[in-house]
């Protein structure tokens, strides 16, 4: 079960390895938005999303023995460049379980970034009994995407950001926008407001069709997607939240958020003209909901956590084209 | 003269007021440039451009009577934003004289950030002139673009960030590519650096066909442009160095490097897939110089400073189409 001790540890971890973001505006998204908009674009960590730093803390936390063994992991993307990435600059090798429809940039760069890519059959193959055979057959640990207490205290670490950051610009209070899949980066960061800006609730935005996290916290207990696939947030879809994720999520979170794929776009775009970031749609649902969601929020400044940018360019041009 | 001590003073009236950019990395980029890049992302300085540094260093030294009389600024785009916007949070009005041709986008946002804007023709009228006789005529008090000692003050702030966040990473010396215009900026940062990071030297960056600098510095005397329109990096494009800057220039640059417009695009596209920022061709100038010009570099690390992201969407998405 992870604590705001072990996210404090992780932080001192990742200190001089991952990035810390900044605090981004503009007067345009506030008009938008009819309230103060604070973005955290987590786009810019190392590989394009939050994912390096969870992927740090479980890689640093690790014995020598066992790094030197290797990890592995599962992934459609984000998850997999990040523990890549983290595993390279450790100099521990790593196996990526990617499915063999992802995009071809992704299985690419996972290999770029210095991991050996192991393919399996979205349809007919189960990733997590893949990861488990292959973990136990090379003897190499098994880091899981969101439920692991390493990995959530490595996403907690956003939190911890925000709320100093905040706090400079004289912000304690208010609700803070997160992209929700598994619930990692979510019930991290819930985890660090919690000690750290207790005046701070969050929120989780969710894709329409994939809103499990919210009908999850409005019934009480943990509810499926009746999809997996079939998004253009194709970064978060996971069909229901984590043993680990969800208690933490019930206990800490307001109420979802759920957005359309066109509000995402749009927010794609506005993040292009206004904050010069890159963003995939699965990474600015958060900040869709802070500009057109509005009437479903109560507090005078909202942050967005702005999860990650690697969308490939055919998509984001759909996005500039459309809106604006 | 605008000396060290005027750059600390001007960073202590930007604190908490400008943005404090980080510096991005990619181990793609790396393998591009075949050595470190690191780079300065001042696309997410507020109004999408370092810009905004000088104009708050002016706007914040200014006494208070002349500032409520306002300021009035002559730019194709940047200067004009930064000092709408500076204008505005400090309560001062503001008149931006901009070339008619200017992207009709920050000719808008310079309206929006509250400026009242004054159109004039880049091939038949002198931007100065105007300048000077409106400020005459309404008493405003002018500042200009980078010819002015508060102003290269603020963008020196640019240099200090360079040379403390560098020394984080560990590294002291190296090239520091600028893009260059009138040599603000570029001044600005070379005198910061001198006294703060003395091993570290600045390189002007320019595109081709308005390289005044590059052959000023190669002459040691001001060389002007022969054409001062008709490059998609409308963001630098100047007649010639300042007479405030050129000497700072000529002092402490190193020889100037000259790229292409393609080569610009193509690092504003690779700046979209590896460090999610987004880049207008004139402010990506210094990465495809660190990029595809290696043969003229000399360091182990260099470090870029990507100065703006002010884009049409047409011309991203072009980048995007021709370079990914």
């Not at 992934?75 to 090798?93: E, K, R, V, W």
């Not at 904050?275 to 400044?301: C, Q, R």
């Amino acid at each position: 079960m992870t604590s705001i001790a072990m996210i404090e540890a992780a932080a001192q971890r990742l200190k001089g390895h991952a990035r810390k973001t900044p605090l981004l505006s503009s007067p345009f998204l506030d008009d938008i938005a009819g309230r103060r908009v604070l973005v955290k674009p987590e786009c810019l960590q190392h590989t394009g999303s939050f994912k390096f730093r969870g992927a740090w803390s479980a890689l640093s936390a690790l014995d020598e023995v066992a790094r030197k063994k290797g990890v592995i992991a599962y992934s459609s993307g984000n998850h997999a460049q990040g523990i890549a990435h983290a595993a390279s600059l450790h100099g521990a090798p790593s196996v990526i379980v990617m499915p063999a429809d992802a995009p071809k940039l992704k299985i690419d760069n996972t290999r770029a970034l210095g991991a050996e890519v192991v393919l399996y059959d979205r349809a007919s193959e189960d990733r997590d009994a893949i990861g488990q055979s292959l973990a136990n057959e090379r003897d190499l640990t098994l880091i899981k995407p969101f439920d692991e207490p390493l990995v959530i205290a490595g996403q907690g670490t956003v939190g911890l950001e925000i709320a100093s950051q905040a706090a400079e610009q004289g912000v304690t209070e208010g609700e803070v926008l997160v992209n929700c899949g598994g619930g990692g980066l979510t019930s991290g960061i819930a985890l660090a407001l919690e000690s750290h800006a207790p005046q701070m609730q969050v929120r989780p935005c969710e894709p329409q069709g994939f809103d499990d996290v919210t009908r999850s916290l409005a019934s009480g207990q943990i509810e499926r997607n009746t999809q997996t696939a079939g998004s253009i947030c194709d970064a978060i879809l996971t069909p229901e939240p984590g043993q680990i994720t969800f208690p933490i999520l019930k206990r800490l979170c307001g109420p979802g958020l759920v957005v359309s794929e066109d509000e995402a776009l749009h927010a794609t775009a506005l993040a292009f003209s206004r904050l010069k970031i890159v963003l995939e749609p699965g990474g600015a649902i958060s900040l869709a909901a802070a500009l057109f969601h509005g009437d479903k929020l109560n507090s005078e400044t909202v942050m967005v956590v702005a999860t990650g940018g690697n969308v490939d360019p055919a998509m984001f041009t759909e996005a500039l084209q459309r809106f604006n």
